[in-house]
């Protein structure tokens, strides 16, 4: 089965700052990679899907990138609100698989 | 708009099993998979399995063969997720999401597990 692997595990930034999450699958899954938000509590939310397509609603400031194998979550400005855990998921096929996660904080 | 409404919340005991409704709306409920994906407290996420609603074909995680049961029932367009045996390790939020370019969630089932 595929696996996914994220870097950082955890984060501290200050607001304004350009934060990059990158997430690497064991084999190429293409381009079907979908990026989440989750705040305590809460459902994840999804930011991105297809490695780059931002959802509707999601500000401007989040961005996806990458192919094949690594792919990368940046967020261009922190924002205070943009505290939460940010998930990876590869979903070209069953298995899915989750990157472990990466929390993100305000320095 | 495309909604997946899940049951509430359930406290089983040990050895208990659980069943875990998501009714679809907003799209063709046989059109995409449903997947049922878990998140144990201050846990990552964890797939379980997922059921294609049109023929009620169903692929589960290694982990959980044996447990798990996903059905579905096309005249409410609903998806069930039946978990048998239950351990206090099973103490989870269950959610079901869709399986589409722009996957959707339900808002999440909390099982609780507790002698």
């Known amino acids: 089965d595929i696996q996914m692997t994220q870097s950082p595990s955890s984060l501290s930034a200050s607001v304004g700052d350009r934060v990059t999450i990158t997430c690497r699958a064991s084999?190429?899954?293409?381009?079907?990679l979908a990026w989440y938000q989750q705040k305590p509590g809460e459902v994840p939310k999804l930011l991105i899907y297809?490695?780059?397509t931002l959802q509707s609603g999601v500000p401007s400031r989040f961005s996806g990138s990458g192919s094949g194998t690594d792919f990368t979550l940046t967020i261009d400005s922190l924002q205070p609100e943009d505290v939460a855990t940010y998930y990876c998921?590869?979903?070209?096929?069953?298995?899915?698989?989750f990157g472990q996660g990466t929390r993100v904080e305000i320095k | 708009q495309v909604q997946l409404v899940q049951s509430g919340a359930e406290v089983k005991k040990p050895g208990a099993s659980v069943k875990v409704s998501c009714k679809g709306s907003?799209?063709?409920?046989?059109?995409?998979?449903l997947h049922w994906v878990r998140q144990a407290p201050g846990q990552g996420l964890e797939w379980m399995g997922w059921i294609n609603p049109h023929s009620g074909d169903t692929k589960y995680a290694e982990k959980f063969q044996g447990r798990v049961t996903m059905t579905r029932d096309t005249s409410i367009t609903t998806a069930y997720m039946e978990l048998i045996n239950l351990r206090s390790d099973d103490a989870a939020i269950y959610y079901c999401?869709?399986?589409?370019?722009?996957?959707?969630w339900g808002q999440g089932t909390l099982v609780s597990v507790s002698s």
């Open positions: 907003g799209y063709t409920f046989t059109g995409q998979y």
């Open positions: 084999q190429v899954i293409s381009h079907y």
């Open positions: 297809l490695a780059s």
């Open positions: 999401v869709r399986d589409a370019l722009q996957l959707s």
């Open positions: 998921q590869k979903y070209n096929s069953a298995p899915w698989a």
